[in-house]
């Protein structure tokens, strides 16, 4: 099994990116994305574990979102694993809390709250992530928090989506994107996997770490038996 999951964040050498490929999918001369990988990781900027899917071994497919100010492009890249300075999951959402917009504040302390609560862990990635790790300008008003929940439990996990649910309408400004993650290794974004409470037909859009497939409730639920370890 990859030490690397899907989310984690990566640091490269610079070295690495004379031996990079650029796979996309933004429209860009490979030679002018390689630059920008350059430029990148010459400011000590970590870039993001994406799915591994069709990745010959040794190498990782890695991803670089770029802030506002850049473009906001999203960008895609094959580097061999040799090439990794550091890698580490995502920071605790308990740290990136207090560096988040001030109108997230009350609804993030409720959500905290609520983790702590019933032990379960919370990961942040995307834009707030690499906002707090660059301290590049990446949070626009329309973003989103995105954070990969791990809830050892499926009863766990109902209660998470229920609360999500609830403390959107709350507080609508503190908008709450992400995935829920089973034991299992299966990821399920988190208002899809609601709407499945209340329609057992519904397939889920499950994410691995280099799979994506549509199941069903149970298939999904059932991932919450197993004792394998969680992927990110």
């Known amino acids: 099994m990859s030490a690397f999951s899907r989310h984690d964040l ?3 050498k610079l070295d690495a990116v004379k031996h990079a490929e650029y796979v996309g999918p933004a429209p860009m001369e490979p030679v002018s994305a390689l630059s920008l990988l350059h430029r990148w990781v010459l400011g000590d900027y970590p870039l993001i574990v994406a799915r591994q899917a069709d990745v010959p071994e040794g190498f990782l497919r890695l991803g670089l979102a770029e802030p506002a100010s850049w473009g906001k492009r999203r960008l895609s890249f094959l580097v061999n694993e040799q090439g990794v300075e550091k890698h580490q999951q995502g920071p605790l959402l308990a740290l990136v809390l207090p560096q988040l917009p001030q109108h ?3 609804g993030g302390g409720e959500l905290q709250s609520f983790l702590a609560k019933h032990s379960i862990a919370a ?5 707030s992530a690499v906002q707090v790790l660059t301290g590049l300008p990446c949070i ?3 973003s989103d928090l995105d954070v990969l929940f791990k809830p050892s439990s499926w009863a766990d996990a109902e209660k998470l989506c229920l609360f999500l649910h609830a403390l959107q309408n709350q507080y609508p400004e503190f908008k709450v994107d992400g995935e829920v993650l089973s034991p299992s290794g299966h990821a399920v974004q988190w208002r899809e996997l609601l709407l499945s409470f209340s329609d057992s037909n519904l397939k889920l859009l499950v994410k691995t770490d280099r799979d994506v497939e549509l199941v ?5 639920r ?3 038996i197993c ?3 969680s992927a990110a």
Do not use: D, I, K, R
Not at 123 to 127: D, E, R
């Open 10 to 12: 990566v640091w490269l």
């Open 104 to 106: 997230w504040q009350l």
């Open 123 to 127: 990961h942040v990635y995307g834009s």
């Open 140 to 142: 626009t008003e329309s």
């Open 216 to 220: 069903g409730l149970e298939s999904y």
């Open 222 to 224: 059932s991932g919450f």
């Open 227 to 229: 004792t394998l370890g």
